[in-house]
């Protein structure tokens, strides 16, 4: 059996578990950094393609919103076109938030990738992104409702 899922898991979970530590003060909890982040990097992104992009169901997406919506980290405004459309945007607040955020990533990265040179760095990177692609198929697959065949 391929250790490989189980190490990329354990990272995972050891820095989502740090981050929840270290955001807990600015009243950011369960993951909702990576909400806020996306929504900086992308201003006026639809709930549903930020799911999307950070792999998650909607309604987790918009559990996850409404409570950076509640704190004031985020804001929801309609559509020019689609009134029905609400587009995000981080507030002040978020933005602030976002460069603490920003230079906690850059300390982790630096950490996890101790030792490693820059070649190996690219290496690990083009591995995980081709692995990134093959989950996404089935994430796709299981997300319309689909059964995988083990």
Do not use: C
């Not at 530590?21 to 996306?38: A, D, H, P």
């Amino acid at each position: 059996m391929s250790e490989i899922l189980r190490e990329i898991g354990m990272i995972a979970r050891a820095l989502n578990s740090i981050s929840n530590i270290e955001f807990k003060e600015y009243n950011l909890t369960k993951g909702q950094y990576l909400y806020l982040v996306r929504i900086y990097e992308s201003p006026g992104i639809i709930q549903e393609k930020l799911a999307e992009m950070i792999k998650v169901d909607r309604t987790s997406a918009a559990r996850a919103i409404k409570k950076l919506e509640i704190n004031g980290f985020i804001d929801k405004k309609e559509d020019e076109v689609n009134k029905k459309i609400k587009r995000l945007f981080p507030t002040e607040k978020g933005k602030k938030v976002y460069n603490f955020i920003i230079s906690e990533h850059i300390y982790s990265n630096s950490i996890a990738l101790k030792g490693f040179s820059e070649k190996e760095e690219k290496t690990i990177l083009n591995l995980l992104r081709r692995m990134r692609k093959n989950v996404e198929k089935d994430w796709e697959f299981v997300k319309k409702g689909n059964k995988r065949n083990y």
